[in-house]
Each structure stands twice: as C-alpha cells, then as structure tokens.
C-alpha cells in the first residue's frame, strides 16, 4: 500500500502542506475563500526540533494503529490499510489523540478527532500536501 | 544615499491566508509578519526580484513589478549609471555584478535563420527516420588504415563521446552549492554527457561520476592533485571566462565553508583568489608545457581542453591553442555568465560568441589545422535553435551554465555575489543549500536536455541531416538578418534572400 513518507533532509518548514491540507480538507475550490481570516486545522503538521530540523507529521497509517484499538466509538477504522474516521461516530473523547504515538491524531475546530485520511475522502484523489510540497520532502509511496 | 527601492512588492491583501511562506523563504527578509496588525509587511529595498515568494505563495497574492520611480534619467545617463555613480562616490569601491552581460548590445543568434528543405531535397522526420546526434570531441587523425580483418590499424587520440553536442560548463563547487553539483553530475551521467568542476576542486562524493566529469585546472590550481586529474574523463585548463577575460576569479572567504575549503585544499574562510594569468604560462609554448605535464600526468588517457575567453585576437589564439596539443578549444562569449565579476569588466570586455566561433573555424581551416583540435563554445547558448547555429557556424559542441541554472530554478535575479540565493543554487548557507532538491534538480536538467535534443532532430530533419557531423560548419544553412556585409563576411553566411 503507498503511504506517506518524510524526507526530512529535503524539508524547507515553509509550512505549505498545512495550508494545502487544510485548503484540501474544505470541500472548497478556491483557497482564499477556504482560508483567509480562518484559524487552520491541518492534518499535517510542520514539526521542529531543537536543531531546527523540520519535518512534516501525518499519520502513518500503522499496520496495528493504537488509535483504531482505543477508539471507544468505534470511529477509526481500518479500510484498505487506510485509518479512517467516522465524524458521526467520534464522541471527542480523544482517547487516540493522547495514544497516537506519532501525534499524527488532532483535535479539529469542532472539538473531534481528525486525522490524515490520504486525500481519499476530499476531491484531491491523492494527498495534496505531497502534490504541493516545492520540495520533495513528502513522498506518497509504496515501500517494503 | 537613499533610492526608491529598484522593485516593488505587490501584495494582494485579499488574497493573503497569512501562511507567512514569504516570509520563511526570503533569504533577503523582505518580508515580515506583523502580529499586532495581523498582516505581512514587507521592506522592498531588499528585494532582488528572485521571486521566491512569487513562486511559493499558494493564492497568488503576490507579485514583485519594476519600480518606475526613476531619478531624472536622460538619454546619455541612465537611472542605473546615475546610481552606479551614486555608489562608488559613497563606497570608493568596484562594482560587482552576476551572471551574463545585460546589455542591448547585439545577439547573433537572433539574426540567423535557419535553412529547411522544400521540394528538391526532402525533410527528414526524425519520428520515423534514424537521426543522429552523438559527437566525439578530440583531435581527429588526419588519416586511419585498417588491418586485414577491417579492425583499425591507427591509434586515435583520447576522445569524449557525448550522445548530443551540449553539455554543461564550469561552475565551481563554491560558486554554486553542493546540491546543484550533485545535479548536475548526476544529470551529465544519465544524459551521457559531461558536466565541468570548474575551479573549485572535486568533491570526493562525486568521484563516482568521473567518467562524466571535466576537471578543471585553472591559475589558482584550487583542488588540483592527481587523483583529481585522473578522476574526470578530460582535463581542462581555463585561461580566461567570457563574463570577465582578463581577470582571474575570486571566492569569497564566506563562501570557503566546511566542505568547500576541504575540496579546494585551501583554510577555512580564506579568500581564494585566482590570479589573472597561470604564472607559468607567458605563451603558446608554456601553455604547451602544461598540456603535456597534465597529459604525464594522467598517462596520455584523457583529452586536455584549453578554455578561453572570446577576445579581440580569437582567431590567432585559437590557432596557437590548436598547435599547443590541445585536443580540445572552448571559447567561452562575452555574454557568458559569472558568479561575481566586476561589473565594468562583464560589460565591456569580450567579443560575442557567433563572431568568435566563425572567425575560429574559418581560421583553423584555412590553416589546415581544424582537425587537430575540437571546439566547443559557450557563453549563453540559449536554446536548441542556438546549438544547430553554432554547430552550423563551425562548433564541434556547446557549453551550457545559465539555462542549466535555470533548469534547477535560478530566476536570473543576478545576485549570486551576495550568497544569499533563495534557490539554492548560488551559495554555501546550509538552509538555503537544501532548497535544492538534486532529486529533482537533475531531472529538469534530463528533462532540459531531453527537449533540446528533440528539437535539434526537428530542426536537423527539416534541413534535410540526418548526423550531426554533416551539420558542422555547414553554414550553407544559415542566412543572416539585418546584418552588414562585414559581420556577414565574418560569420560566412549569405543574408536571407541570397
């Protein structure tokens, strides 16, 4: 299955995947009007570490995700390899925000739980922060 | 004393999500966020129109104009001389510029058409007819016998062999980043051509590529020991560089950091300096000396370019090259472009490229002496269009540098002097270093190279070529436009109409 991959030597932290996660997550087609003059909860996140090294933080999608076994709801779910999230399911305990050993599980601007679904679920058909990366630093690939 | 900024930073306000990716990428610090207001300022007196931030803003919001606030400019003094003016009163200093010469003076290349078959002889298709594009550069025998069995009876000269008459010419490790040599070297291999150290040394990760690499051997000899020598596939001696012929070059101690002092053999932050002339070499017969101290050297294997700028004189150097046992000349034209080069210099000094290639060739034949020596010339070639000319015009090859560095995403904001490139290509600061994917890098130069090749197939075919070794000095197949009878004579071309 083609998963999402950090090269974080080639990582700019220039922030644009949270911005075209988050543009692709709107269900709308113009990027102004999706995010100007709004707080934005990307599912991708732009970490930096203490050396100023820079990598971007989505979901893994693990093999045996402890988020889909501490799901009290029965919200996450595995589907074709993807974990996916059933926004009418979730409660907003956020039982697997606090598990996700990656911190790649966040909060969104409703209180519940939201994660990287791969683009699958939105218009984009594959992950737009890979797509819009200038870098190469997130690939979307099948790996052993 | 103040100016008016040279560009102006346009911000669509309506546009702006405040993703702040201006003002993360500007190496210049053009831009800045403002919490209180919640906005992006920015102060344009900065801004070197690299348009960094033009290309990465996810809206558009941006784009970067032209300032036409101008001083009282006049026919005779411009805007810009007033300001050059205006500086050197403040700084006493020499002004410093990159890349090629900017000035209006004339392209060659834009005034030569291009011959095509019609009627009497047939165009060739090149998507259904073999075409031919390989060249070796290197002295040719003036005759080969054969044994018996028809295996060749005559040793030949060391040869490079390149699967198109292009390749990438002498940029320093230095000059340009770690990451925009590992490009090109890795483009060079793919394509089959070559790519050129130029004065910096070769960085021992790059060893590996060697069969594709010319290394450079210019007057500061920066990096040069034996396995270096033996490491490329041809060994070239740079006498002069179109930006600035008759000057050395000069690398700036910021920028002899880590690796770049390592390869170059030279302390950590020192300037290195070349100096204007090889200190051994006065004339042809010194020059001669060199040529066969590094062929010694490298046990008679590899071809020895002799690199020169295009100056007043071109056409008698190039002879003298050409007895010096040279295989290879490259003549390098005054709108070749530089890392840093002393404006007035850049702008003053050299002859254009079209001019010096065609006195070349003429010479060489006339003398009998063509074949001793391969020429390649360089100095912005632009386009494939302009390859097919030179080839027509006499060149064995081209050298390309600027569209390369356009390849990998330089904008042309001509500032690779200050270290400071937003795209990763013209410096050694390890955050702007990594903006420059070699992953990606390479591929756009394969892709570069790739569409060329093409279109001289295209442009070969409609002529009715089918190998370009029938193309060479072919200049039956050119006409020039607009030109004098003397610049004609000098080109040895008809004018269209003829």
Same mark, same amino acid.
């Given at each position: 299955m083609k998963r999402i991959f950090v090269k974080e030597e080639w990582c700019l932290g220039c922030h644009l995947c949270e911005y075209n996660c988050a543009f692709a997550n709107s269900g709308l087609t113009d990027m102004v009007k999706a995010l100007k003059d709004k707080k934005i909860y990307p599912r991708v996140r732009v970490e930096t570490d203490e050396d100023g090294i820079t990598y971007a933080v989505s979901c893994r999608h693990c093999t045996n995700p402890l988020c889909v076994k501490s799901c009290i709801a029965g919200a996450l779910s595995i589907q074709d390899g993807v974990i996916q999230i059933d926004h009418n399911k979730c409660v907003g305990c956020l039982t697997c925000v606090l598990v996700c050993p990656h911190g790649a599980v966040v909060e969104d601007e409703k209180g519940i739980a939201q994660k990287c679904e791969l683009c699958m679920k939105n218009s984009c058909g594959a992950p737009a922060c890979v797509a819009g990366c200038p870098n190469g630093a997130i690939v979307y690939e099948e790996r052993e | 004393m103040n100016f008016y900024p040279e560009f102006e930073v346009v911000r669509n306000d309506s546009r702006c999500v405040r993703c702040r990716v201006c003002e993360r990428q500007c190496a210049n610090e053009v831009h800045w966020y403002d919490e209180d207001g919640k906005i992006l300022l920015s102060d344009e007196s900065k801004c070197v129109n690299c348009q960094r931030c033009v290309s990465l803003c996810p809206t558009r919001a941006l784009k970067i104009v032209k300032s036409d606030c101008r001083l009282r400019e006049n026919a005779n003094y411009s805007d810009q001389t007033i300001k050059e003016i205006y500086r050197q009163a403040e700084t006493g200093g020499v002004l410093l510029s990159s890349m090629g010469n900017p000035n209006p003076l004339p392209v060659y290349w834009d005034k030569i058409l291009i011959n095509a078959s019609q009627v009497t002889n047939p165009p060739i298709d090149p998507l259904r007819e073999p075409m031919e594009t390989k060249v070796f550069l290197g002295k040719k025998p003036e005759k080969i016998s054969r044994n018996e069995d028809g295996t060749l009876n005559t040793e030949l000269p060391p040869q490079l062999s390149l699967t198109m008459p292009v390749m990438f010419s002498a940029m320093s490790y230095g000059s340009i980043s770690y990451n925009a040599h590992a490009s090109l070297a890795r483009a060079a291999e793919k394509l089959g051509i070559y790519y050129n150290t130029g004065?910096?040394?070769?960085?021992?990760?790059?060893?590996?590529?060697?069969?594709?690499?010319?290394?450079?051997?210019?007057?500061?000899?920066?990096?040069?020991?034996?396995?270096?020598?033996?490491?490329?596939?041809?060994?070239?001696?740079?006498?002069?560089?179109?930006?600035?012929?008759?000057?050395?070059?000069?690398?700036?101690g910021t920028k002899a950091v880590g690796d770049v002092s390592k390869t170059r053999m030279i302390p950590e932050g020192s300037d290195a300096i070349s100096p204007a002339p090889h200190h051994d070499i006065y004339s042809i017969e010194d020059l001669r000396q060199l040529v066969f101290s590094l062929k010694e050297a490298t046990e008679y294997r590899l071809p020895v370019i002799v690199k020169v700028a295009a100056v007043h004189n071109i056409a008698a150097i190039a002879s003298g090259i050409a007895r010096s046992g040279a295989d290879i000349i490259a003549i390098d034209g005054f709108r070749g472009g530089t890392g840093a080069a002393p404006t007035r210099i850049r702008d003053n000094v050299g002859i254009p490229i079209e001019l010096a290639l065609a006195a070349v060739d003429k010479?060489?034949?006339?003398?009998?002496?063509?074949n001793n020596v391969s020429i390649v010339c360089g100095g912005s070639i632009r386009s494939a269009s302009d390859v097919v000319k030179a080839i027509a015009l006499g060149a064995d090859a081209c050298y390309v540098a600027t569209a390369a560095c356009l390849a990998m995403?330089?904008?042309?904001?001509?500032?690779? @002097?200050?270290? $400071?490139?937003?795209? =990763?290509?013209?410096?050694?600061?390890?955050?702007?270093?990594?903006?420059?994917?070699?992953?990606?890098?390479?591929?756009?130069?394969?892709?570069?190279?790739?569409?060329?090749? @093409?279109?001289? $197939?295209?442009?070969? =075919?409609?002529?009715g070529i089918n190998s370009i070794e029938a193309l060479r000095g072919n200049r039956l197949m050119l006409r020039g436009v607009g030109l004098t009878e003397k610049e004609l004579e000098i080109l040895g071309i008809g004018h269209a109409g003829e």
């Open positions: - | 004065e910096g040394g070769l960085h021992e990760d790059f060893y590996r590529f060697g069969k594709n690499t010319i290394v450079q051997v210019a007057s500061g000899r920066f990096g040069v020991h034996k396995d270096y020598l033996e490491a490329g596939a041809a060994i070239e001696i740079k006498m002069g560089q179109g930006a600035k012929p008759g000057i050395g070059g000069h690398l700036p010479r060489l034949r006339d003398e009998g002496i063509r995403g330089c904008h042309l904001c001509r500032s690779c @002097h200050t270290g $400071k490139c937003n795209w =990763g290509i013209a410096t050694q600061r390890p955050d702007l270093v990594k903006r420059l994917n070699p992953e990606i890098g390479y591929k756009r130069l394969v892709n570069l190279m790739d569409a060329w090749r @093409h279109e001289i $197939k295209e442009l070969m =075919g409609g002529m």
